[in-house]
């Protein structure tokens, strides 16, 4: 028995055996259902070096592994994916199984400031700032990065626009991920009482308690403050 995770919130997973076909049933309900993260399909024979399902795929961070040579999108062949692409609103997204890009890209739409965790390096897009940030008893530290947000790293980050974060390198979501008290989010869940999220309120942006009863979904790519 390997390691056993339990769901953090829907996500589902499929594993397929056998020769592959479009028309399987349980295929064309995963293509067709947000909730699958992640399609397995090396212990399946007959892929083309071309398939491609990330057309077919209503989650669009969804990410498929096979065994032999794939270029696709989000095709993971062995433990490398040749493109990786990824987006804000386009799903939950979750790695299973550990692996590197050659090429990987987030593109997500900023008005002020907003948060953001990236499962890989990226650069920061020009008309962007980015910040990583310290918690302490009486405030949050901000402190400005230049060029590179490292992998799985809180960061604040303002700008006005759509903008692509470009990077390469390891691609990994951690389970239960805490950095200097902020709590990365891949799968989106509530935020639990007594933690503090991010909005903005009379025109001020802050970290603001969260009570019992309204607690709020933190949506992925995104974090909480324990």
């Excluded at 499929?14 to 349980?26: C, P, T, W």
């Excluded at 969804?62 to 999108?73: D, K, P, R």
Aim: aromatic content about 12%; proline content about 4%; overall charge negative.
């Amino acid at each position: 028995l390997g390691d056993v995770y339990f769901n953090i919130a829907d996500e589902r997973a499929a594993e397929f055996e056998g020769g592959y076909s479009d028309d399987d049933s349980l295929l064309i309900d995963a293509l067709q259902n947000s909730n699958y993260l992640s399609l397995d399909f090396r212990n399946t024979s007959g892929i083309g070096a071309t398939q491609d399902w990330y057309s077919k795929s209503v989650n669009k961070n969804s990410i498929f592994y096979v065994t032999a040579n794939n270029t696709a999108t989000n095709v993971i062949a062995g433990k490398a994916c040749s493109n990786l692409n990824i987006m804000d609103q386009g799903g939950d997204f979750n790695v299973p199984f550990d692996f590197s890009a050659v090429a990987a890209s987030f593109t997500k739409t900023i008005s002020g400031y907003d948060l953001l965790v990236l499962p890989f390096e990226a650069k920061i897009p020009q008309g962007v700032k980015a910040y990583t940030m310290v918690s302490t008893s009486a405030k949050i530290v901000c402190n400005q990065i230049q060029n590179i947000i490292p992998a799985n790293t809180p960061v604040l980050i303002s700008g006005s626009g759509t903008f692509v974060f470009i990077g390469a390198g390891s691609v990994s979501t951690p389970k239960a991920l805490t950095v200097n008290q902020m709590n990365p989010v891949y799968i989106g869940v509530k935020a639990p009482a007594g933690s503090y999220t991010f909005k903005t309120v009379n025109n001020v942006a802050g970290f603001y308690p969260v009570t019992a009863g309204n607690e709020p979904l933190i949506s992925s790519f995104h974090f909480y403050l324990s």
